[in-house]
């Protein structure tokens, strides 16, 4: 004989039951069946509603009544002709007449006992048993229907009642061996008590109706039947990337499903797994998918076979001095829970015996305060112990397998996997059998929790990296211009999904977790929302994605000053905006701890020498134990273009304009003639090198007259050049004269920073510096007789956003 349950999805419309008949007649093989069956999906939950309703004396129960019955009516007039439509009518008639009464008893006194509560919720099986086992019929199979009230039998624990298997075993192999059909039909969810009363089996209590069945006629296999192909490493709700597992053990099942899993009831395995039959879980709208098998010794490849989560936690924590070396307080606090009914879903202790901390649902929260109180109410006003520590807002993530025993570093590769994702654990708990590792986390960080723990345990193909971006000019519209190009060979060769969730410009913002499409962001954003930078900010931490990168591509110092509040949530930040790291060293010196602290990525190596590996460089040599003594450098691709291109009779004037037509300076020239910007650069790397230094000791010999710094528009700027065209000619035929060239130097030289114009020699490497390249010379203990030179492109959209490119994948990796 074979056990067949079909959930609430699988007989929730006339499509569905019809796709149930069609499994039955030609999907299985011919033997012996019983089909428990449970309410059409969701009325389970408006039965509730009805009841609750009355009880607060709202005549709304009425209108869901009408709700439940259209529906019933609606599935009878589609599955049946007209002329079989009667009987199942009148049937249904019936017992909506007997929940009618019933609601209207419980509107008439105002209360809704759970003995009640039971009876109402009971009809939504019994009402759908009877019509699928009618439509059996009609497809002329020999098919009868049995009331589970009449089979298992249960004590008066109404909501969640317990079977009574001696008497409930003997009611259903006296029935079963009576029947010749082959096709017997049980409402599941129901049973009753010895006197008759009717009782539930808990909320998915249909597949408990189905093992029970099972285990009582030793059935070959137990079929549930669901939506979802069987179980899956993760709720795919939760992980995209979760995998189906085609084989489980009894264990490992009775973990994953107490931990949250929905596809199967926790009960339910415990009755099948005594007698070792076989479950499996199946698809209704997919029969032909391999589905779960639950059985002894499944093979798996990974030491974790599953990972789950239970919300809505809370902890309850008593502890004290008094406590220490004093037997019973255990005893006594599981005790007061006991009598109160509330399930203890985790517990741990602390091997001094100070405290004790159990997990609750929290519902239960205010019950168990109250009882565990009274309960040491002796012992709290003597202060040997403090009143009951209730903690709420609360998670519970636990990786499960029974293979965990035989791998080494399973918890260090958890904690350290919610470690540097920034995800706090409240408390611990891990069996002696290692076959389940739970953590109790915070409740907004479930979902982060469960996909990074998926990415570390299951080998995932792609590792997500999700990217907010702030500033889609010239840089930022390169930058997503290159992640679009580059998303296959990211995917392909390096095993990353980057997807860009937040984009904001000067106007707008737009936020999508699913990820942005980069073919049309642009008119994406235009429709966006209005900018506002502190929503945008709390957005981006409100989402709590893994592995999220927040991405300044601005010059502006509002944006820099957000920094602290992304590190400290531990989302890493690129940025190609100098302020923060040229700001107070306070700032910065922050900054670097946080990222330090939190487990987050601060990168800035586009804050010098666009794409240029500069920071990087000076970081690796500084790593690996040499310290840096001097450091030359042509920072500013704008003023090398500028001073390269002012040769023989052409005005300055003319270059500087020529330079800003091209994009190569900012809209006002002077921040970059005036030094400014070199200073900048050259503070960060003092500091990257190690010396604490401000920005007011950097000395900057400028070369511009002071009319031109102070000159009150960029249009005044430009003819104060011409003014002064003669002081410009003048540093040009010096220095021709000499045989050298004009560079805008930086340096740092043994904890002192300089800015300023120079005449190179000809032998000097910065002579042949052209166009808009940079260069840096590191002189270090190593590299003392030829300095360490780094070259190449130092402005540019395309150079600087390769290199925000290559700062995000480090994140990454």
Not at 193 to 214: F, M, N, Q
Not at 703 to 730: I, K, N
Request: overall charge neutral.
């Amino acid at each position: 004989m074979q056990v067949l349950k079909f959930g609430g999805t699988s007989v929730g419309s006339a499509k569905a039951i019809e796709q149930v008949c069609y499994i039955l007649q030609h999907y299985k093989p011919a033997g012996q069946y019983a089909i428990v069956v449970s309410a059409l999906g969701g009325i389970t939950d408006k039965l509730i509603r009805c009841g609750q309703l009355a009880e607060q004396g709202d005549e709304a129960y009425k209108n869901v009544l009408q709700e439940i019955e259209a529906r019933h009516l609606d599935t009878i007039r589609e599955l049946f002709p007209i002329t079989a439509q009667s009987g199942q009518i009148s049937q249904l008639k019936k017992k909506l007449n007997l929940l009618e009464n019933l609601c209207d008893g419980i509107f008439q006194v105002a209360e809704l006992s759970l003995r009640t509560l039971d009876k109402i919720m009971s009809f939504g099986e019994l009402m759908s048993y009877v019509i699928v086992a009618e439509k059996l019929r009609q497809q002329g199979l020999s098919c009868i229907c049995k009331d589970s009230r009449e089979l298992i039998v249960t004590d008066n624990h109404f909501g969640n009642a317990a079977v009574n298997f001696v008497a409930t075993n003997h009611h259903i192999n006296r029935f079963f061996a009576q029947q010749s059909a082959d096709y017997v039909v049980l409402p599941g969810f129901v049973a009753a008590t010895p006197e008759g009363e009717t009782t539930t089996l808990g909320r998915g209590g249909s597949d408990y109706t189905a093992a029970i069945v099972a285990a009582a006629v030793n059935a070959t296999a137990l079929d549930i039947w669901t939506d979802v192909s069987g179980m899956m490493t993760a709720d795919p709700r939760m992980v995209s990337q979760a995998i189906p597992i085609s084989h489980i053990s009894y264990v490992e099942a009775m973990e994953l499903s107490h931990f949250g899993a929905k596809v199967i009831y926790p009960p339910t395995i415990q009755p099948v797994m005594n007698k070792r039959i076989p479950i499996w879980i199946k698809n209704t709208f997919a029969p032909e998918d391999h589905g779960t098998l639950i059985q002894d010794n499944a093979v798996r490849s990974f030491p974790v076979t599953g990972i789950s989560g239970i919300q809505h936690i809370t902890l309850l924590t008593l502890e004290g001095s008094g406590m220490v070396g004093i037997p019973g307080f255990s005893k006594r606090l599981f005790e007061s829970l006991l009598r109160e009914r509330i399930n203890v879903i985790l517990i741990t202790q602390s091997s001094s015996e100070h405290s004790i901390t159990a997990g609750i649902h929290e519902t239960d929260m205010l019950k168990a305060k109250t009882a565990v109180d009274s309960e040491f109410a002796q012992e709290i006003a003597e202060k040997r112990i403090h009143p009951l520590l209730v903690e709420k807002d609360l998670c519970i993530v636990a990786v499960v397998g029974d293979n965990m025993k035989n791998h080494h570093g399973t918890s260090g590769k958890l904690f350290g996997t919610l470690g540097r994702n920034g995800i706090n654990v409240r408390a611990i708990a891990q069996g002696s059998t290692e076959k389940n590792i739970s953590a109790v986390i915070n409740k907004a960080d479930i979902r982060k929790a469960l996909n990074v723990m998926h990415e570390t345990f299951f080998q995932t193909p792609l590792k997500q990296v999700n990217l907010f971006i702030a500033g889609v000019g010239n840089v930022g519209s390169k930058l997503l211009e290159q992640l679009q190009q580059q998303q296959h060979y990211l995917q392909n060769e390096l095993g990353l999904q980057i997807r860009v969730i937040g984009l904001a410009n000067s106007k707008h913002t737009l936020l999508d977790d699913t990820g942005i499409p980069l073919n049309n962001w642009r008119g994406l954003l235009e429709q966006g929302s209005a900018l506002c930078a502190a929503d945008f900010v709390q957005q981006i931490k409100s989402l709590n994605l893994r592995n999220s990168v927040f991405v300044d591509n601005t010059a502006s110092e509002d944006i820099a000053a957000t920094y602290h509040e992304f590190l400290q949530h531990g989302i890493s930040v690129v940025t190609c905006n100098k302020i923060a790291c040229s700001s107070d060293y306070a700032y910065y010196k922050q900054l670097k701890d946080l990222a330090r602290k939190y487990n987050a990525s601060f990168l800035f190596e586009t804050n010098v020498g666009a794409g240029l590996p500069v920071i990087n460089t000076l970081n690796d040599l500084i790593r690996s134990g040499d310290k840096i003594h001097r450091i030359e450098a042509v920072l500013s691709g704008s003023l090398n273009f500028v001073f390269n291109h002012f040769v023989n009779d052409a005005s300055f004037r003319n270059v500087v304009k020529a330079a800003q037509d091209e994009g190569y300076t900012e809209p006002d020239p002077r921040i970059d003639l005036s030094g400014k910007d070199v200073m900048r650069k050259i503070l960060i790397l003092a500091r990257e090198s190690g010396t604490a230094m401000e920005m007011e000791e950097i000395t900057n010999h400028s070369f511009l007259p002071e009319a031109c710094l102070q000159a009150p528009s960029v249009p005044a700027f430009y003819e104060a050049l011409d003014t002064h065209a003669a002081h410009f000619r003048h540093l040009r035929e010096a220095a021709d004269a000499a045989g050298k060239r004009l560079k805008f130097v930086a340096s740092y030289i043994d904890g002192k920073a300089a800015v300023g114009l120079q005449s190179v020699a000809p032998h000097h490497p910065f002579y042949q510096l052209e166009g808009k390249d940079n260069i840096v010379l590191y002189t270090t203990n190593r590299y003392k007789d030829q300095p360490l030179i780094v070259k190449g492109a130092g402005a540019g959209a395309d150079v600087t956003a390769s290199g925000i490119f290559a700062d995000i994948i480090r994140t990454a990796r």
